[in-house]
């Protein structure tokens, strides 16, 4: 089995089309909202926390979020398209919940972040277990890969 189609195989269960759901959707969403209102979700909302470049970044943040979320619903080329879904949650933890601790203290921060910790977890899952047999990923790969083996 080539390097390529290990990356793309997958032996989860076809119930990992929830997971996939979950966390493609959920960014599918907050990219488009970026875009409908960057003033409380977009460069706004960057520009508040203090991150460099806010218009830029949010666009650019927002553009990942939509084309990774749609990859991840349809389960096309997912453990790649979660690498982009973990940084973008690193960097919101790290920058918006974990400042909050001093002033705020851990139950508000845990609160606030609950969204964000399970879309960083969601998307751990999914790098580890692959997109499963209901995806575009196991048309294209899984198939490949059967073949490989039989000779």
Known sequence: MSLVTKAFHSN???????IRAMVGLVFLSEGIQKFLYPEIRGAGRFLKIGLPSPEFLSYFVASFEIVCGILIVLGLFTRLAVL??????????FSTKIP?????????????????FSMLLGSIYLLIVGAGPLSIDAVLFWKKSRQQTKT
């Open 12 to 18: 989860a269960s076809a119930a990992v089309i929830l």
């Open 84 to 93: 982009p879904t973990i940084t973008i949650m690193l960097v919101a933890i």
């Open 100 to 116: 909050m601790l001093p002033e705020d203290g851990f139950w508000s921060m845990a609160h606030a972040a609950r969204t964000d």
